[in-house]
Each structure stands twice: as C-alpha cells, then as structure tokens.
C-alpha cells in the first residue's frame, strides 16, 4: 500500500473532490467507511446530497472555527491521506478500509487511539482499491494536531498492514534516495520534446563528472566547461567553498530566471561537502616503474580492484563495505563516457539503476576505497578500443559484484537497494554479452590444436573438479583453451596460472565459468612469466593447495 499526504485550507473544496462523480472517472461510487465517532453525515448515501455534504463539511470545521475565533487556526488547517492498494491486492470490504484509516489517523497523530480529543476525519472509498481520508488539524481542545513525520508514521503502519492482511508488499526507502522529479518539471521537460527533466540531466552530468574527477578543485573546474551548463560557485567569507548550484542553459522560471539545482538537491551524496569528502586524497594510476618494459594496463587494474569488492562485502565493517559499493557506482558512471556507441545505451541505464543501490543509511568510509577510484580514473584515458577485451571482463567481474552487493543489501533489509541492484544486473548482462561476443570470437579463432585442448581440458579437471562439466561445454570453452595456450607460450605454467585464477574469488556465480577463467587468465598471463628459479620455489606451494575448493554456493543468475 502507498500513502499519499497533502495539506489545503478549503475544507469544502476538498469533501466536494471527494465526492465528484463527473469530473474524476474512477469516483463510482463515493462513500464513507469511517469517520471520527462513527456518526458522520455520508453525502454518498444521503437522498438531499447538497445539504448533506454542507452538513459534513459544517461538522469537520467545527474546532478550525472555534480556534479561529481566537486566533489560533492554522492557515493549512485541512490535512489529506490517500492509500492505494496494490493492483494485484483482493478488493478489501468497508469494513476493512474503516479498520485500516483509524489505524492511520492514530498513527499519525491525527487522532490517537484514546484520545478524546483528537481531530474530526472521514474516510471516504469512491473506488475499490483506494480510499482518501479527509480531517482537519484543530483537535476537541483547540491545539494543532502533532503530526509531524506522518508520511513515514503513515508508511510504517501500512507496512505492518500489508502483513496482516496478506497484501503485497511494497519496497520500501530509507530516505536516502535522489528526489524525484515534480510533475511540473516532468510536464515542462515533455513540452519542450526531452525525455529526462533538467533534474535528471544534470544529476547524470554531475555524478560522470565525480567519476573521473581527481579532486574537488577538478571537479568544479570540469563542471565549468562542460556546454549547456550554468555553474554558480558560493564561498564562505573567508573563501572557502560553501556548495555549487548548476542549471540546464534555457531551462527557466516564470521570471525568466535560470532554474537552479543545489548539489544536495540533485542527489543526497551530489552535495559538495560529499564530494569533498570523496574525492579528497585519491590514488592516481600506479606510475610505471624505472627500467618496467610497459605501462600497466588500466583496464586490468580497475577489473583486479573490482573483483576484490565481494571479499570486502563479505568481511569487512559495514562503513567500509558502503564505501567500496559507493566506488564501483563511479566506475559504472564512468563507463557510458568509454564504451562504444552501441553499448552505451545499456550501461547509462546500469549506471542510472545502481545509482539506488549506491548509497544506504551506512555511512561510507571513504578513505578504504581510495585505491579503487583512482584505478577507476585511470580508466579516463583509456577508452575501451582495440578488441574491446578490456571492456569485456570488467564488465563480466561487474556482474559478480552487483550480485554481492545485492546480497550484501538484501542481508541489510535495504529493499529498494536490493530492487535496484537486481534492475541493474539487467542492464550489465546485456551489456557483458555484448561485449564479450568480439573478443571472445577472435580468441576462439587462436584455439590451439585438439592435442593441446585435451592437454588444458585435463589441468582444468584436476585444478577445478566441481566446475570441469560446465566449463567444457561452456560455448567459451576454445577462447580459454587458447588464453591457456597463449600464457604457456609466455612462459607460465598453465596449471598453475588456473590455480591462482580458482582462488582469487568464487566462481559460482558467474553465468559462464569459463568466460570469467578467460579473462582471469589474460589478465594473469600479461605478467611476467616467472623464471626457472621462482617455478621451483612456487611448485611446492602448488602442491600443498591443488585446486582451492569452492565454497558450495546456491548458483545466482
């Protein structure tokens, strides 16, 4: 059930919509189910409707007229409740809805249960699967009703209501979501023939731009040179940066005046103080070393910083958990600006569905996760070109990590964090088969000679026992024969490279086994290949850990 609260000071006005049969279609049969002592007069059922209705409207006044008598009558004295029951809900009975407003109106302080005093209200029903409750904020002893935080009190009791009754049950926030767009900048956003509202454009420039930023300093100066964009910077007297407000070029108010957005009214963590706080400090991209032979490559980099994601999910504190899954959320903001057009419509909707599941109650520490965005900046001057394999396995451990941070949510009771957590998933997937098809395909191509193949298909039967079947029929099976192929021809030891991918993380929930080895081993293969020395210090060590069982898992899609 959905609650929707507003306040008016037209007493009239609002039992006159209540009861409108012409004008709203779905007022059939307007009614009511309860009211404050169980005598209202009910318009709805009465043969003399006008008098009727001025008799109820008389009677709801009632204290609002006494307390203004005496100057005590607020402005906004009317206060209205809708409750919606979901679609696939059975049609709750009169009686039903009546139980469920007074449970409503007690808890939001408009009439408490035992107390004789509390304000007049009617519930009225004009359709089977809502009904709307209509009161006025002056109670029996003339004081304004205490019904602060009635929108979360109201939510609270339906939750419980939904139980009760076997109802569905609706995902629930935890007021850390971004604010939705009004109707109005929806309306205005339509005329003008976009298909996002400035709020929304602006929020997906400003959370690209955190994403490659390196410091807050960088950030509003890549903010300032972005086209279509207005940048207000406020300081403090002493100079200091307070916030930023940016507005669309061309979107105005009624004064023709720019429409500003603050940072905090873009999205709770778009303020500037949080991204002070995130942005301060960062690593940079590990420099390459004197005498090194090439420069690390950062697509590899940022995928080993994700792949250790779970593992901090898993065993670290909650503060530094939130601050690992707020940093994979730069990485997938960072993502549409490098991918190739036809996969940048697929990864902005990941990025704008994980954008939910990135931030919680639990405060992020910030200064763990450090090392993760600044290999996700160095991402900035490496679009994903070439054969796109880079792409292609961040994107299949991205998969993996939004399963764990789903679980890591789902543990927590974060519903809408869990929702969208798994609408992302979605997106990445279509998108990590997409990717994956290219450079999968060219490395099948290289696929090593059927002695070879059978040669690798034994180390993975003896490396992987539990995975064997599924890796050799998985369809990318030849691509990881021929990554194998390839690491031994620079010199590593097959197996030993297959032991080392097994133990970096679980591989049970990946969707292709085999695809997740591949790139595992590309990655693993680009190192160095020890010399014979570090062979014989490593085989004993082998030895002692042949194949890092898994950990039985049920398998997540």
């Known amino acids: 059930m959905i609650a929707k609260i507003s306040g008016g000071k037209d007493t009239a006005g609002l ?78 009975s009169d009686e039903e809805w009546a139980d469920i407003a007074r449970r409503v109106v007690a808890a939001t302080g408009i009439a408490p249960d035992g107390d004789p005093d509390g304000c007049r209200w009617v519930a009225v029903r004009h359709a089977p699967d809502h009904i709307h409750i209509a009161a006025t904020k002056v109670r029996g002893d003339l004081r304004t009703a205490r019904h602060w935080n009635d929108y979360l009190t109201a939510d609270r009791e339906l939750a419980a209501i939904e139980k009760e009754y076997g109802l569905h049950q609706v995902v629930r926030g935890d007021r850390t979501a971004a604010k939705r767009p009004t109707r109005a900048e929806q309306e205005k956003a339509r005329r003008q023939g976009r298909t996002t509202t400035s709020r929304e454009q602006l929020r997906t420039t400003v959370r690209q731009l955190v994403s490659i930023a390196t410091s807050p300093e960088e950030f509003l100066h890549l903010l300032d040179g972005v086209d279509g964009v207005r940048v207000n910077v406020q300081h403090f007297p002493s100079g200091d940066i307070r916030g930023y407000k940016v507005a669309l070029e061309g979107d105005t108010n009624a004064t023709d005046e720019p429409v500003w957005f603050s ?88 990025a704008l569905a994980f954008e939910r599941a990135s931030r919680s109650r639990i405060h992020a520490q910030q200064d763990q996760a450090r090392a993760l965005r600044g290999a996700i900046r160095a991402l900035r001057t490496t679009p994903a070109t070439g054969d796109g394999s880079g792409l292609a396995m961040f ?98 030891d097959p197996q030993q490279l297959l032991q080392h991918a097994a133990r970096q993380r679980t591989l049970d929930d990946a969707r292709s086994t085999a695809r997740t080895l591949t790139w595992r081993i590309q990655r693993l293969g680009e190192r160095h290949a020890p010399g014979p020395r570090a062979q014989a210090t490593h085989a004993p060590h082998a030895a002692v850990h042949p194949a890092a069982p898994q950990q039985p898992q049920a398998r997540r899609r």
């Not at 779905?26 to 059922?45: E, K, N, Y």
């Not at 995975?467 to 998985?474: G, K």
């Not at 030849?478 to 031994?488: G, I, K, N, S, Y």
């Open 395 to 492: 994107l299949d451990i991205a998969v993996l990590v939004v399963i764990a941070a789903a679980r890591w949510h789902q543990a927590r009771h974060h519903d809408q964090q869990v929702a969208a957590a798994h609408q992302t998933l979605i997106h990445l997937q279509a998108a990590s088969e997409h990717a994956a098809a290219q450079p999968l395909t060219a490395l099948a191509q290289r696929k090593p000679p059927a002695r070879t193949m059978e040669h690798h298909a034994q180390q993975i039967r003896a490396v992987l026992p539990d995975h064997t079947d599924q890796v050799l029929a998985d369809p990318a099976w030849p691509a990881l024969a021929a990554a194998l192929a390839q690491a031994e021809t620079a010199g590593h």
């Open 15 to 92: 039992i006159r919509y209540l009861f409108d049969t012409k004008k709203a279609k779905d007022h059939t049969d307007p009614h009511l189910v309860a009211s404050w002592d169980g005598f209202a007069p009910d318009p709805g059922r009465a043969d003399d409707f006008d008098t009727t209705k001025r008799r109820l409207v008389a009677d709801l006044d009632l204290h609002v007229k006494q307390a203004r008598r005496l100057g005590r009558a607020p402005e906004k004295h009317t206060w209205h409740c809708s409750i919606r029951a979901a679609e696939s809900d059975r049609h709750l």
């Open 263 to 350: 940072g905090s009214q873009l999205a709770p963590d778009l303020s500037f103080p949080k991204i002070a706080e995130r942005l301060t400090g960062i690593e940079g991209a590990s420099p390459v070393q004197s005498g090194s032979r090439r420069r690390p490559n950062p697509w590899h980099q940022a995928t080993a910083a994700a792949e250790r994601i779970p593992h901090h999910l898993d065993h670290t504190d909650d503060t530094v958990a939130q601050a690992h899954i707020a940093a994979f959320a730069e990485a997938l903001d960072i993502l549409p600006l490098l991918a190739p057009d036809h996969l940048q419509a697929q990864l902005q909707q990941a």
